[in-house]
Nanobody
Framework: QVQLVESGGGSVQTGGSLRLSCATS????????MAWFRQAPGKEREGVAA???????KYSEFVKGRFTISRDTVRGFVYLQMNSLQPEDTAMYYC???????????????????WGQGTQVTVSS
């Protein structure tokens, strides 16, 4: 079965960096579209970055230029490199997957079928 396991979260100060990893299993990564989402307490889940099955990438405006999504289709990992972290980046970060190519809604949570349990990122000022 499809499994997604996030890791790499933690606590950093403003301006710091973290690299999140999503270990995938149960499917062929190159055949799935993947994304990172985040959810802060009391807020809706929002899309951060996505990589389509064809490799096209989309970022939300609030992380563009600071975060980088990538994938290793051989080892079955998806990564989110996060630089210049700000307190407003504090949230639970989730990895998500869907077995189709998304065109206009790569950052829409409802389009994804499989979800990991999340990893907490806390940025202090």
């Amino acid at each position: 079965q499809v499994q997604l396991v996030e890791s790499g979260g933690g606590s950093v100060q403003t301006g710091g960096s973290l690299r999140l990893s999503c270990a995938t299993s149960g499917f062929t990564l190159s055949s799935y579209s993947m994304a990172w989402f985040r959810q802060a307490p009391g807020k809706e889940r929002e899309g951060v970055a996505a990589i389509n099955k064809d490799g096209t990438i989309k970022y939300s405006e609030f992380v563009k230029g600071r975060f980088t999504i990538s994938r290793d289709t051989v080892r079955g990992f998806v990564y989110l490199q996060m630089n210049s972290l700000q307190p407003e980046d504090t949230a639970m970060y989730y990895c998500a997957a869907v077995g189709i190519r998304l065109v206009f809604n790569q950052l829409t949570p409802s389009k994804y079928v499989y979800w990991g349990q999340g990893t907490q990122v806390t940025v202090s000022s």
